[in-house]
């Protein structure tokens, strides 16, 4: 499942990137996906809107099994 992350990541970056930031794949483990924001999005004060409303609902749509992602 981390390989598929990775992908769907890779298709997200280019906006993180547009603004400075990036994201990072920390892990997947029973369906919790552990992040780190980057750059610009790692000192956001929207870096958790920009997680759970932009990369989990991204994440959930595109693969059921995740249930959560969270920034580490």
């Known amino acids: 499942m981390s390989e598929t992350?990775?992908?769907i990541l890779e298709q997200i970056r280019p906006s993180l990137q547009a603004d400075g930031g990036d994201v990072e794949l920390v892990g997947?483990?029973?369906g919790v996906?552990?992040?780190r924001l980057t750059g610009a999005?790692?000192?956001c004060p929207m870096s958790t809107m920009?997680?759970?409303m932009g990369i989990e609902?991204?994440?959930k749509?595109?693969?059921p099994e995740v249930k959560e992602v969270v920034s580490v």
């Open 33 to 35: 996906v552990s992040l």
């Open 50 to 52: 920009t997680l759970k």
């Open 57 to 59: 609902r991204i994440l």
């Open 5 to 7: 992350v990775e992908n």
């Open 61 to 63: 749509s595109k693969l």
């Open 41 to 43: 999005c790692g000192c």
């Open 28 to 30: 997947v483990k029973d």
